[in-house]
């Protein structure tokens, strides 16, 4: 249990006698009851002890509508109560009713033993765990991957690690758009491209793709297999062989980001398992026929208009074969969650009533849109290449920046807001770089305790204001943890580790702990320290090195 939930326990223990004995009103639940305990701040005008207080709570002012008195006079009788308890240093009173707290040195130092020895277990299995189906990057097998996407994958990929170490049985899933016309106008660009290197011109159609991409997959096709398709592009073989090709690229520039999938699936598997026509039968009810057209009635669920699900000339509009494959996913778990890039944000209201018309509650259903991301080099948008109006590769942003520095920061803001990626701070090896301060701190953990042992430490110790705030950092995360898992903002992972990072160098830059009197104590504040930026990193995949 952490200090914050065990200190909130005996806060309402305290009140559970205070009702027994007549003073708080029965009607009061207790369990239910919502205050806040929180990092206190205390002006030094009423703090001339300079107390370094851990926790400040509200509780008495929440409660008062079951008291006879001022919640001065309520606080004032918590505080009698948990003055008894040898978990509390100090317990006071400050006007008009707020409870200020100290914990034990003991307690602190009992809770970074237990940190320590928990290692990349802290915080693990907080939650009733659910069957989590997580797609993200779902990018069309067309061409290779851009920066758009590494921020899709780099959230996604995050969200999982951290759901799964919460819980929950998550399956991380890459929807292939390889029906659809794109996968026709990537053939036909290709076969121009692929014939071209036989010194055969054929004209570009007025619908193609003319990036550096295509060229390296016609160039791929040729040294794998000659001029066995010249003049026979138009074959399904060649269809499949050029989205083959690009969906390997398509992994190994993922793998390259230390992002895997447990499950591919490929939207042509839809209509060769005729999964668009049983979902055509579940949604009869909800559809009309209008101008030859088939029409999904979303309107009256809070669209702004019905939505086409088959055009006039009888094709299929992209929200008809999306669903079907939403069905598939329903169908294996509890929980879907879609990371979408800002393209897609159009289509959340309708996909969520289509599958309500399916029978999965709306509520189940989690879509993140991701904001664009802009590179910035040296204060100015960067072009790293003279494509001229096409995105950045992703192969060739990790060229430029690590893929840690590049996850770090594509996760260090709230997706639903736009991103620079400043590859010239990404790059720096100084504090200035946030990720650098974190992997430093790993890595001066490492170095300290290559000189100590751990044994015999002593939870009598005293310990400084500094170590106090060090021990209480390490405290939150099992409450981030649960809050990721609940908000979906891997974005406070970061501010987190920034923040325990700087208060672990807080705490060295003033402790000698080599060879002093309490080394065995303190390098358990040190493991504990170095295990949780590691897990930390390691649950947005981001390696933690034990040297720099």
Known sequence: MTLFLETKAKINQAL?????????????NIQLLVYNLSSPNVPDNLNEDKINYHFATNVAFVAKQYFQGSPLQLATKIQNKLEGDEYFLKVDVANPGFINIVISNK????????????????????V????INLEFVSANPTGFLHVGHARGAAVGDSLARILKHAGHDVEKEY???DAGNQINILTNS???RYHQLFGIEIPFPEES?????IIWLAEEIKRLHNDQFLHKTSTKEFRNVCTNLLLNKIKEDLGHFNVTFDHFFSEQSLYDQKLIDKVLEKLADHTYTKDNALFLKTEQLGDDKNRVLIKQDGSYTYLLPDIAYHLTKINKAQKLINVWGADHSGYIARMKIALQYLGFSQENIEILVVQLVRLIKNGQEYKMSKRAGTSVFLSDLLDESSPDAVRFSMISREVNSKFDFDISLANQKDLKNPVFIVQYAHSRACSILNKVNLENPNNLMQTSIKLQKLILELDKFPELIKTITSTYKVNLMIQYLIDLAKAFNS?????????????NTLAYVVLATKNTLKLGLNLIGVSAPEQM
Do not use: H, P, W
């Open 16 to 28: 559970t006698q205070l009702q027994d004995e007549g003073i708080l009103n029965k009607n009061l």
């Open 107 to 126: 307690v602190l130092l009992n809770q970074v033993f237990k940190i320590a020895k928990l290692n990349q277990n802290y915080a693990k299995n907080q």
């Open 128 to 131: 009733k765990s659910q069957k």
């Open 175 to 177: 929807y292939i758009n």
């Open 190 to 192: 290709t076969s121009v």
């Open 209 to 213: 793709y003319k990036g550096e991409d």
């Open 507 to 519: 705490f060295y830059s003033e402790t000698k702990i080599v060879n002093s009197a309490e080394q």
